[in-house]
């Protein structure tokens, strides 16, 4: 009587599969980057153009001036984040290579920049 198994070519193709899979969810999580981390101007202005949608959202409920949109606002990706970018020197915030308008709930709009991604 033979041994029922799954045949060897099967396990290695299961086994490549797998770490194809791998590599792929890590370069989707980790942005696409380059080997040496910095990004294109581009994509980090696609990024931060992401961020500051998002950073809209979450202060679309207060107005101007608010201390919970000032918290919100620093606590940002917007803020938070900075960027190796391919042909600039150093970190880049978001604030330094695009804009960002916030629109409060009270109308009043501001662009955020260093001063207001920074701890009062």
Excluded: E, H
Excluded at 14 to 30: E, P
Excluded at 69 to 84: E, R
């Amino acid at each position: 009587m033979r041994a029922q198994g799954l045949p060897i070519n099967f396990i290695v193709l299961a086994a490549l599969a797998i770490l194809i899979l791998i590599l792929a969810a890590g370069f989707v999580i980790a942005g696409g980057g380059s080997v040496g981390g910095a990004l294109g101007p581009t994509q980090v202005r696609n990024t931060c153009s992401g961020y500051c949608n998002t950073l809209q959202n979450q202060v679309i409920a207060y107005g101007k001036g608010d201390s919970a949109a000032t918290t919100a606002v620093m606590n940002s990706q917007w803020c938070k984040n900075k960027f190796i970018v391919t042909g600039l020197t150093g970190n880049q915030s978001c604030y330094q290579l695009t804009n960002c308008v916030a629109t409060f709930g009270d109308g009043q709009t501001q662009t955020i920049g260093s001063a207001d991604c920074s701890t009062p």
